[in-house]
């Protein structure tokens, strides 16, 4: 090697070591003039970013335009991710790489517990099946954090249908549910029980599931520009990418200051060419969402198969600012192109200015789900692990109506779906909107009863008249389940009834099925994080008693990571205490 250049590599080296033992210094990477071979330069911002998160480039390719960025030495990935690609760190005094921060701007719809209710006064109860999962992923990344997350955030149905139960799986496509009831004395209420109502879908089989028509819609306006958003959004892409074959075919619209088309409709087979569009991406601007959100539902349309999933995912932080900025404008729009049949779906990142409430709105009202991507692993649970149910629906506008015994229950209350309620006579009306479920997905209730004679949450009126009992109903059921659901392409509803009968009682709660007994500790927890308020004498150490005896098989490691959450909380409680 020429003295120069064995001069200009000792220098280099030296230089790094200097930089390591400088906090306030920065590296960028730039490539080893020892390597054999020319080593690729980090050209780029997201290049850069993927090294240092993952290890690798997104499709291993390094075409955007956006300029390098500086990656801070005490990064632990940094050494070596970019060392085993023949990069080494060059030093030299630069700015903070750019990245968007924002704190204290999440937005979240406030709602109050759902209260107990007398049975003889309102025996019946009616709710939207919700599959939504965006809660507990939110949940996780604040206490990943050590911060207890805000009460709002939590909807405690998204943290019990987190989880897989083993339900027994339901037998065809046309009656594409299997209902499970048990009920068990509650934990934290003596002389009251908790009765779980778990569903399970019908599962469709990777050969005969139909032909996927997406349109990915991406947010790279500037409050995207985060580790945790953008480069993550990529990532996700590319995973779920792997999940369709060459049948099925997606779009890209993005959006910033304004919205394009950056992919036509393409073969999901172009493995290439999509992911090197989705690798080009930069964020910067302001936030078009919803002219983004039109021309990704007029990609859909222009591709439509009246026997295929439609749908548009979109991926953004919710912080829309230019444009349609009206929830319910927004929501009329989202709800006229259903009914055209074109579903949307919402993913959500990022943290400090995420949107939650309007994300909600957007997938509720486009018959799609909405979920938390706050890490890799849980962009593979949703994209690759659950992919089928994720995108493909079994049943759409699923309602349930749970009618309680008055000779048997005095009490009642839903544990959660407080946005999801409906009207009795909602029920059996088709024309309202109700949730969606996919391919494969448990879906789970919880309800606390207080039996007759039982401890009263709620005392008698003075002056009341007790409404006369039913003469036909029977004192050994506590109540009747009807779940109503249309096939996806059907607009006329069917339904299901199950009764909750002695049959399925268990006398002690350590006998009740493992799965119900996780569910109760997940339920509790989440009750917990909202101020407890039905929780009794629960607390952080009793959920762990309940969710460690029923952990039971774990092979994706799902319940050991909430035990530790739980453990979490009890540390981020004890802490704000102190403050």
């Known amino acids: 090697m020429p003295r120069l250049s064995q001069a200009l590599a000792t220098g280099?080296?030296?230089?790094?070591?200097?930089?390591?033992?400088?906090?306030?210094?920065?590296?960028?990477?730039?490539?080893?003039?020892?390597?054999?071979?020319?080593?690729?330069?980090?050209?780029?911002?997201?290049?850069?970013?993927?090294?240092?998160?993952?290890?690798?480039?997104?499709?291993?390719?390094r075409d955007s335009a956006t300029p390098v960025t500086a990656l801070s030495s005490a990064s632990p990935a940094f050494a070596p991710a970019a060392r085993s690609r023949g990069y080494v760190a060059r030093a030299e005094p630069m700015p903070a790489p750019p990245y968007y921060r924002d704190t204290g701007r999440d937005k979240f719809t406030a709602t109050q517990q759902n209260a107990f209710k007398i049975v003889r006064e309102e025996p019946v109860s009616t709710f939207s099946l919700d599959v939504d999962t965006a809660s507990y992923s939110f949940v996780r990344a604040s206490l990943n954090q050590n911060v207890l997350p805000q009460p709002a955030a939590v909807r405690t149905e998204e943290m019990v249908n987190y989880f897989p139960y083993d339900y027994a799986p339901a037998r065809t496509a046309d009656q594409p549910f299997s209902t499970n009831v048990a009920v068990f004395p509650s934990p934290w209420s003596p002389g009251r029980k908790l009765v779980r109502i778990g569903v399970k879908g019908y599962e469709i089989q990777r050969a005969s599931r139909p032909r996927a028509n997406l349109v990915f819609l991406i947010d790279t306006s500037g409050s995207m520009n985060a580790p945790n958003k953008l480069p993550l959004v990529k990532q996700s892409l590319a995973m779920l990418l792997d999940q369709l074959d060459g049948k099925d075919s997606v779009a890209i619209v993005t959006y910033a200051g304004s919205a394009g088309t950056a992919l036509e409709p393409t073969p999901a087979s172009s493995k290439d060419k999509i992911l090197a569009v989705i690798d080009r991406l930069g964020a910067g601007g302001s936030t078009a969402g919803a002219e983004g959100i039109r021309q990704a539902y007029a990609l859909a349309e222009q591709n439509f198969d009246p026997k295929g999933v439609n749908?548009?995912?979109?991926?953004?932080?919710?912080?829309?600012?230019?444009?349609?900025?009206?929830?319910?404008?927004?929501?009329?729009?989202?709800?006229?192109?259903?009914?055209?049949?074109?579903?949307?779906?919402?993913?959500?990142?990022?943290?400090?200015?995420?949107?939650?409430?309007?994300?909600?709105?957007?997938?509720?009202?486009?018959?799609?789900?909405?979920?938390?991507?706050?890490?890799?692993?849980?962009?593979?649970?949703?994209?690759?692990?659950?992919?089928?149910?994720?995108?493909?629906?079994?049943?759409?506008?699923?309602?349930?109506?749970?009618?309680?015994?008055?000779?048997?229950?005095?009490?009642?209350?839903?544990?959660?779906?407080?946005?999801?309620?409906?009207?009795?006579?909602?029920?059996?009306?088709?024309?309202?909107?109700?949730?969606?479920?996919?391919?494969?997905?448990?879906?789970?209730?919880?309800?606390?009863?207080?039996?007759?004679?039982?401890?009263?949450?709620?005392?008698?009126?003075?002056?009341?008249?007790?409404?006369?009992?039913?003469?036909?109903?029977?004192?050994?059921?506590?109540?009747?389940?009807?779940i109503r659901y249309k096939l996806p392409k059907s607009d006329t509803s069917r339904l299901l009834t199950t009764p909750i009968d002695r049959g399925t009682t268990f006398a002690r709660f350590e006998d009740a099925p493992r799965d119900a007994r996780f569910a109760a500790a997940v339920a509790g927890f989440a009750e917990l994080l909202r101020g407890g308020r039905y929780n009794g004498q629960l607390g952080f150490d009793e959920v762990l008693g309940m969710a460690s005896a029923a952990r039971g098989e774990d092979g994706f490691g799902y319940r050991s990571e909430f035990i530790q959450l739980v453990r979490a909380a009890k540390t981020a409680h004890a802490m704000a205490a102190l403050q």
């Open 12 to 61: 280099l080296m030296l230089a790094l070591v200097a930089a390591c033992t400088d906090s306030d210094r920065r590296v960028a990477a730039i490539p080893d003039p020892a390597a054999a071979a020319p080593a690729p330069e980090a050209k780029t911002a997201q290049e850069a970013q993927d090294i240092v998160l993952t290890g690798s480039r997104v499709a291993g390719r």
């Open 311 to 482: 749908r548009v995912i979109l991926a953004t932080d919710g912080d829309f600012n230019v444009g349609i900025t009206n929830d319910n404008e927004l929501k009329g729009y989202v709800e006229r192109e259903r009914g055209k049949g074109v579903f949307l779906s919402v993913l959500g990142f990022g943290m400090g200015n995420y949107n939650d409430a309007l994300m909600q709105t957007l997938a509720q009202n486009g018959n799609g789900a909405a979920a938390y991507i706050d890490t890799i692993g849980e962009a593979r649970k949703t994209l690759v692990d659950e992919a089928t149910s994720t995108l493909f629906p079994i049943a759409k506008d699923v309602k349930i109506q749970v009618e309680f015994n008055p000779r048997a229950v005095s009490e009642y209350r839903l544990i959660g779906y407080e946005t999801r309620m409906l009207n009795r006579d909602d029920f059996d009306n088709d024309k309202v909107d109700a949730g969606d479920v996919g391919s494969g997905q448990t879906v789970t209730a919880i309800y606390e009863v207080t039996p007759v004679g039982g401890p009263r949450a709620i005392g008698d009126l003075r002056y009341a008249e007790q409404a006369p009992v039913a003469a036909g109903a029977r004192s050994d059921e506590l109540g009747f389940v009807k």
